[in-house]
């Protein structure tokens, strides 16, 4: 079981809105900034969000990032079938010393 | 832009050690964390560990015993050795570049770039 606390799916309609939660706490979430990887299937995980809300460029404001506490969440808009893939929240957790993902959350777009 | 890609062998051992490089090309090797994650079939991703490019190194403490990264910055590099391996090593091995800073008393890190993997079966 992850520390990093993800649920294993979500799913809704094309054009709605979805959120993926992220819980961790005081020595990863709550201190260190959390960031988002999307993995298409079959393909290399792909950075989405950063410092818990920022976007690389070319990840379309359809994709949010917050964070309150020890929890982060993605949020996604206007979803789209090419949305269908694994996301995975990230941060530093320094009481292990270590890097933690998420369990992964399935997004499915029905 | 940077590219990363990982290259070895598809199969190995029990027992035996694991090796992996991973090239980096289109940018410097310098100034940034380079990571280890893997993903066995249907299973989510582990950190395995990185190195800094002055040779520092980190470790997933539950591999820490049997995992080794290191780096050649003359050939733009960095390397995985695990050793041990057994059928639970068998996954989807990927390279990343890991961003380190902070903002005020909040540290950042997270890996922009990524190599597209490679399959590592433990079989004999």
């Known amino acids: 079981q992850s520390v990093l606390t993800q649920p294993p799916s979500v799913s809704a309609a094309p054009g709605q809105k979805v959120t993926i939660s992220c819980s961790g706490s005081s020595s990863n979430i709550g201190n260190i900034y959390v960031s988002w990887y999307q993995q298409l299937p079959g393909t290399a995980p792909k950075l989405l969000i950063y410092e818990n809300n920022k976007r690389p460029s070319g990840i379309p404001d359809r994709f949010s990032g917050s964070k309150s506490g020890t929890s982060a969440t993605l949020g996604i808009t206007g979803l789209q079938t090419g949305d269908e893939a694994d996301y995975y929240c990230g941060t530093w957790d320094t009481s292990l010393s270590a890097w933690l993902f998420g369990g992964g959350t399935k997004l499915t777009v029905l | 832009q940077v590219q990363l890609q990982e290259s070895g062998p598809g199969l190995v051992k029990p027992s035996e050690t694991l090796s992996l490089t991973c090239t980096v090309s289109?940018?410097?090797?310098?100034?940034?964390?380079w990571n280890w994650i893997r993903q066995p079939p249907g299973k989510g991703l582990e950190w395995i560990g990185y190195?800094?490019?002055?040779?520092?190194?980190n470790y997933n403490p539950s591999l820490k015993s049997r995992v080794t990264i290191s780096v050649d910055t003359s050939k733009n590099q960095f390397s995985l050795r695990l050793s041990s391996v057994t059928a639970a090593d068998t996954a989807f091995y990927y390279c990343a570049r890991g961003i380190y800073g902070n903002r005020g008393p909040y540290y950042y890190y997270y890996m922009d770039v990524w190599g597209k993997g490679t399959t590592v079966t433990v079989s004999s």
């Open positions: 289109g940018g410097s090797i310098s100034s940034y964390y």
């Open positions: 190195i800094y490019y002055s040779g520092s190194t």
